[in-house]
Every structure is written in C-alpha cells, then in structure tokens.
C-alpha cells in the first residue's frame, strides 16, 4: 500500500510529465536527439568549450584563434532550430526541477506551504546553490 506522499509524489510526476509534454519539451528534446547534425555540432562545441574551460584553469592563455572558431560554432548551433529548441528545452526542464525543489524544500524548512514572498527569498534550501549571499 503506498504512502499518502508516495501516491502525492506520483500524481506531482505525473503533472510534471504532462508539462513537459504540452510544453513540446519532450518533443524538442527527441527531435534533437534524432538528428546526428544537431547533436554532432553540439557535442563539438561542448568539447571545444571544456577545452578552453581547462586552459584557462590551468592559467593558460586563450588562443584568440581558438576563442573566435568557439564562438563561429557557437552561434552556428544557435542558428540551428532543432539545436537551439533543444537548449530551450533544456533549459525549461532545469526551470521546471528548480521551481519544484524549491517549493518542496521550502515547504519542509517552514512547516507549511511556502507565500509568495517565502519563495522570493532566494535560498530554497540547504545544498541547493542558490543561497543569497
């Protein structure tokens, strides 16, 4: 026999999925992921990005070079529909799991439902990240 918060959790997921699918998250995530073109030039400039990322942490100097093919790759894959609706995508998801942490811990730090305002305080939670500061 599940739990009241098991079942609640449940239908919570269950909410969060049909978001995703009229959002058309689901669908723009899926058409991305079948298209090698797109997942091709992102996959390259994530590695591209993490190399520079590596360089300068280690203090090195950014090739200018390097830096400007970045941003050439950079801004071909914003041109790309079907890469650009998957970065909105992605990025509605992470919107979409953060609004729900914060209210489910904030929810648990206050002892009830959190106001408007409780939730305009910028910290939703020990570990989060977002702490003000």
Do not use: W
Not at 24 to 51: N, V
Not at 65 to 84: G, H, I, M, Q
């Amino acid at each position: 026999m599940p739990t009241k918060i098991e079942t609640k959790t449940n239908e919570l997921c269950e909410a969060i999925l049909e978001q995703l699918q009229a959002g058309g998250i689901r669908q723009r995530i899926d058409t991305f992921m079948s298209d090698a073109t797109a997942r091709g030039q992102y996959e390259s400039l994530m590695s591209k990005g993490q190399a520079l990322q590596e360089k300068q942490h280690q203090g090195e100097t950014l090739d200018p070079v390097e830096v400007t093919a970045f941003e050439k790759d950079r801004d071909a894959l914003l041109r790309n529909p079907v890469a650009s609706g998957f970065l909105d995508a992605q990025e509605e998801m992470h919107d979409l799991k953060h609004s729900v942490q914060k209210f489910v811990a904030k929810t648990i730090e206050l002892g009830h439902l959190p106001t408007d305002d409780d939730l305009a305080e910028g910290s939703c939670g020990h570990g989060c990240g977002c702490h003000s500061h």
